[in-house]
């Protein structure tokens, strides 16, 4: 996944288009992730015991990860991610604008 946890992601569909926020968790067998501050959703608890209230519960559900474009920590700027080895035969990601390590 060209993703990972802690990144910054711009949402680029659906409700929270435009939003932008730092990776929570990932889900790479669901191809989902969760974007901090996005996608809030309600559940609503039953009382457990008989003299109990009843809760709303908001949470940050998971989205596709389709859905999101990474922020180039660089340069600022939305962009694709591409990977190079170095010379030491370690993976790395990289910025397909601006060209520098991610």
Known sequence: MKIKKGDLVKIMTGKDRGK???VIQIFPEMKKLIV???NKRIKHLKPKKQREKGQKIEFDAPMNTSNVQLI??????ITRVGYKKLENKEKVRICKKCKDLI
């Open 72 to 77: 180039c920590p660089k340069c600022k700027k």
């Open 20 to 22: 932008e926020g730092k």
């Open 36 to 38: 901090e501050g996005a």
